[in-house]
């Protein structure tokens, strides 16, 4: 299969032409090589002002949108309201302008990585060469689980990363997700997700990191870490609260109060900021008491510039500046909706141009928008391009790996079917259909067109002949062997054991015994992922393309983990459909065999094509479909059932939970998720996830979080238990472990005081494993009502058998507080209880300190993490 590269357009004029006296990033006086905004010797503030007093109000207005190319207003959307929010632009009346971003060049369609980056290239220096000053715009992708492009690294999802409790590997997965960004050209990345889960129903769930807003902070700020090692802008989203809307319902008003903002939505974007120092924040879709986030001044002025200090950019979901006027209806048109979003501070509109093009120039210029706010916005986006060197003299729109490949004569083709074996079957370099998301995969009249002199330097005779497609085409691989290893270890750490009677795990059975394995995931890919892996996300709108990366399904790996034995299959039944026909081929196969692993789940989709992802809201907690019906079936023949759970969310189990041999979630884990799980059910791999969010017992009875104040635990005012089946921060090991030496703080800590606690894990068992210790606050008496305990503070203890670490956590006092009465966080003097635990729910030592002092009033600067050292190992003995 191949990409058919874009038509060529015929050859036109250039600005240059058109305008001699334009300034061009060429050389010499005339070209405006002298001028102070192109001298990098120079800060970035000077740089941007002497740029900006020279640019007229069209120019400036440029830089503050984004333009999507590939979109489509028909079929299946990505983006809520596609249909209706999608124009048709005009690229070649807007470019002359500028240009401030381009939209998903590479995760609007499937396209071969190598020929995206030469299209990209190339509208970058169409883009470049059509404006005045020569200035490329940012190109920006989703990469939530990895790179959202046909053939890269489909990583575990989010709340995988929640479940592994190791912020190193998630920094790691994060460097690689921006290497390979940074490699076809993408500046940009929109990830992560900061929203803190307050109702498993809610769809996005699987994009979140959890329940709990130190784990997603920190978890988080590894992420931004990794991603902007390699020179990429990590976007925090979505800034705030948009996970709390109204009955778990996408885009739902949300009715958060003070506290619940203060305490629980907005830290973990602290945390990035300040810990990781993130570059970009995406506003939220939420209205929050009626005040939608792109039009809150408070939130995206006076509390993330003004307090917190921020100088990055802010961006826009999709569509939601213009959905002040469609959606919220605070805006009366487009120009309104702009000078709203402006005004509180949104810097750049995305995906496309609706409110910050013409629209906002006729607005300014009938004097409706002050043209000052068109200057902040355009200085913050200019000097975050001229951090990204895109102002430089040198800048050129090939990134080097390209560059590599334009120069190296390309080897003796594959033969057919074998090239890139591990894509699922891509052959001859790519997909079908025209590279999408950039207008034109060449321009100009020459080869290359307006790429111009960059491009031929870099492709030589291969570019001048017009072969730089053959020269490049199937040659970037997006999915390497250290990718692999990489999404294999998140995974296999993220699974998490939640139940195994009687030893029933690892499975050991002799040879000849007979695996029935059932249930609609069992031998689905899709399976795997989420939905914003490509496949998922981009993928099944072209059935008739490959999914591009190899992903091995449980049924696969647990045929290859266990050779010896007979392993049946059948699906049972579908994900959502309510068809049980299937039930009594499922039943005899559990019947005839020595244990079954019932494999079930999740769908992940869009805006209702799945069971799980954005607009995939759940009802209640209840296995979806009859996947329930089907487990109780299985159970009904008396075999030994192992139930494998492939989600984007935690459901319901407590139906089931004594009568099942051993459970296991693992969400939706990636390409490599099918192994990992194979793995732990075969023992050669020691389990180590933990939940980052309970699982209920029933489906209606917890809706809602760990983090409740004692009128939201269970008790005797309600007949409602909503005590979940297993707690946050809960996970088995197939070895077992002893605390001991536990030292906790003096009796006494002043209220800007520090101390270390500590104590000793050992392993006991007779084979290695990861004890993930976790540090809980509990707050007897406060002045507002405070959840009964919350996490503060937690380390992931590798250890071979016989070994023993020291785990040491620095307590300072700041992390207590919370927003009190006034409304301001403090620090309140008084009685603490910290609490080292396996679970949010098991306890192993409990540690009084008493708060002295003057009750303190704290801001941004305060401690927001609580530092962690592990000694080295000791062995036994």
């Known amino acids: 299969m191949t990409v058919r590269p874009a038509q060529e357009t015929p050859a036109q004029e250039t600005p240059a032409q058109q305008n001699p006296s334009r300034e061009t990033p060429g050389e010499g006086p005339a070209a405006g090589s002298g001028a102070p905004w192109r001298d990098p010797a120079l800060p970035a503030e000077a740089r941007v002002a002497d740029l900006l007093a020279r640019m007229t109000l069209e120019e400036k207005t440029a830089q503050l949108y984004g333009i999507w190319a590939g979109a489509d207003a028909s079929g299946d959307g990505v983006a809520p309201h596609q249909h209706e929010m999608t124009e048709a632009v005009d690229w070649d009346a807007l470019i002359p302008r500028g240009l401030g971003q381009i939209t998903r060049c590479f995760g609007t369609a ?106 997603v902070g920190t978890i988080g700020a590894a992420y931004v870490r990794g991603l902007q090692s390699a020179g990429v802008v990590a976007t925090l989203k979505h800034f705030a609260g948009y996970a709390g809307s109204a009955g778990a319902r996408n885009l739902s008003p949300v009715r958060a109060g003070a506290r619940e903002l203060g305490d629980i939505v907005l830290p973990p974007f602290e945390t990035a900021l300040r810990e990781a120092g993130a570059r970009s924040v995406m506003h939220s879709y939420a209205e929050v008491d009626g005040v939608p986030a792109a039009a809150d001044r408070e939130l995206l002025t006076g509390l993330l510039r003004e307090t917190w200090g921020f100088d ?32 509180a501070g949104v810097d750049t509109e995305l995906p496309t141009v609706r ?63 074998e090239q890139h074996a591990a894509d699922g079957g891509r052959v001859d370099g790519g997909v079908d259909g025209d590279v999408q998301g950039v207008p034109d995969g060449r321009t100009g009249g020459r080869p290359g067109g307006a790429v111009g002199a960059s491009l031929d330097s870099e492709a ?85 393309v490959p999914l591009g990366v190899r992903v091995p399904t ?47 789940g999740d769908r992940a989709g869009l805006f209702g094509r799945g069971t799980s992802g954005e607009g995939c809201d759940a009802p209640d907690l209840a296995l979806p479909g009859v996947q329930g019906e089907l487990l109780e079936t299985l159970l009904d023949t008396g075999t030994p059932v192992v139930l494998v759970l492939l989600t984007g969310r935690t459901y319901a189990l407590g139906r089931w939970a004594d009568r099942l041999a051993g459970s296991l979630v693992a969400f939706f884990p990636g390409e490599e998720g099918g192994p990992a799980v194979a793995g732990v059910l075969s023992g050669r791999v020691s389990p180590s996830g933990r ?27 309600s007949s409602i238990d909503p005590t979940p089946l297993y707690p946050f921060g809960h996970g088995l090991s197939y070895t077992a472990f002893r605390w001991e030496d536990c030292a906790g703080p003096p009796p006494e800590l002043p209220t800007d005081g520090a101390a270390e606690v500590a104590l000793t894990v050992r392993n006991t068992g007779d084979r290695e494993g990861a004890e993930v210790v976790q540090l809980y606050l509990h707050d007897p008496v406060a002045q507002t009502t405070r959840p009964d305990t919350r996490l503060i503070g937690y380390a992931r203890v590798p250890l071979a058998p016989g070994e023993a670490r020291r785990v040491r956590f620095r307590f300072h006092a700041d992390l207590s507080s919370f927003t009190g009465l006034a409304g301001h966080r403090l620090v309140e003097p008084g009685e603490l209880e910290l609490r080292f635990a396996a679970s949010s729910a098991d306890v192993r030592h409990r540690m009084r300190v008493r708060l002295t002092g003057p009750e303190r009033r704290v801001g941004h600067d305060r401690a927001l993490v609580c530092p962690v050292t592990l000694d080295d190992p000791r062995p036994a003995g």
């Open 554 to 600: 449980v049924l696969d790996a647990l045929r290859t983990e266990f050779g010896a034995c007979e392993v049946t299959h059948a699906p049972g039944c579908d994900v959502s459909e309510p068809d049980t026909a299937g039930f009594a081929a499922a039943a005899g196969l559990a019947r005839d065999a020595d244990v079954c692993v019932a494999v079930l």
């Open 110 to 215: 499937p396209v071969d990585p190598a020929l995206g980056a030469l299209a990209l290239a190339r509208t970058q220096r169409r883009i470049a060469d059509a404006g005045r000053f020569g200035i490329p715009a940012v190109a920006h992708e989703e990469c939530l689980a990895g790179f959202t492009a046909h053939g890269a690294t489909a990583y575990p999802v989010p709340l995988a990363w929640g479940a592994a409790f190791d912020p190193e590997l998630v920094a790691e997965m994060g460097a690689r997700i921006g290497a390979d960004l940074a490699a076809v050209g993408v500046q940009q990345g929109l990830a992560p997700v900061l929203d803190v889960v307050r109702d498993l129903r809610w769809g996005r769930v699987e994009e979140t990191i959890g329940e709990d807003p130190y784990l």
């Open 312 to 343: 990055g950019t802010v961006v826009a979901d999709y569509f939601g500046i213009g959905f002040l006027e469609t959606v919220h209806r605070v805006a009366a048109d487009p120009a309104d909706a702009g000078r709203l979003a402006l005004a």
């Open 355 to 417: 409110c910050y093009g013409d629209a906002l120039v006729g607005a300014v210029r009938a004097g409706q928008v002050p043209e000052e706010l068109v200057d902040r916005a355009a200085e913050r986006v200019l000097r975050q391009k001229c951090e990204l060197g895109l102002l430089d003299p040198d800048w050129s729109p090939v990134p080097p790996v390209l560059s590599a490949l334009l120069r190296e004569p390309r080897a003796a083709e594959p033969a057919p079917g």
């Open 460 to 544: 030589g005779d291969a570019e001048q002949a017009g072969n730089a497609e053959s020269t490049v085409a199937g040659r970037l691989d997006l999915d390497p062997p250290r990718n692999r290893a990489l999404a294999r270890a998140l995974a296999e750490r993220s699974c998490v054991l939640l139940a195994n009677r009687d030893g029933a795990l690892p499975l050991r059975p002799a040879g000849g015994s007979r695996i029935a394995v059932v249930g609609p995931r069992a031998d689905d890919p899709l399976a795997m992922l989420g939905c914003y892996s490509f496949p998922a996300h981009v993928g099944v709108a072209h059935p008739e």
């Open 691 to 717: 939940l980052p969010l309970g699982v209920p017992r029933d489906p209606g009875g917890q809706p809602w979080t760990y983090l409740q104040p004692p009128l939201g635990l269970a008790g005797g005012s």
